[in-house]
């Protein structure tokens, strides 16, 4: 009755890691949700697979559901903590400058010397197009370091403007995460 046990164990265990992946796969491909919505529907995912679970181990004392139970919602708690991590960290680094090249002269509009490309190789880059990923010819972004992407957008924001001429090249400069 022991190993019966233990191997119902393992299978709850298995239930937690599973419902995290499926929940979120169906959620979000399958039935279009976001946000909120796809954490209520991974835990309803866990739900249904711990209760299908529970009817077939024919394990019927309230000891082994409760354990079960434990051991299920802490592995889904224990990869839930894992992946906000990760995401965290991700959207930390994940910084990136976006342009659009402005074809008419704005009415408002910032000039950048040379020197001040010099002193931020980013927007360098960025107006530049080096390096950069295209969406086409007038609008692309480049990835950057978190540092170097808050120091552009602080020097942005005391020159008052983020639309910029450089040379005789007119440019909006947005900032975001990538």
Known sequence: MKDK????????????????????????????????????????????????????????????????????????????????????????YAKAIFIDKLHDIPSEYVNITEKELEEYPALKKATSGNECIKFDEDSWYLKVHPDEWKRTADFLSEKGSYIIKVGEEYYRVRFATA
């Open 5 to 92: 046990r233990k191997q119902w164990y393992f299978i709850f265990f298995l239930i937690g890691i599973i419902s995290f992946p499926l929940g979120l796969f169906l959620g979000e491909n399958v039935f279009g949700l976001e946000g909120v919505s796809t954490v209520y529907f991974i835990l309803l995912t866990f739900s249904i697979l711990f209760t299908i679970g529970l009817y077939f181990s024919k394990l019927r004392s309230l000891g082994f559901a409760f354990k079960a139970l434990a051991i299920s919602f802490i592995t889904l708690f224990l990869i839930f903590g894992a992946f906000f991590m990760w995401s965290a960290h991700e959207h930390y």
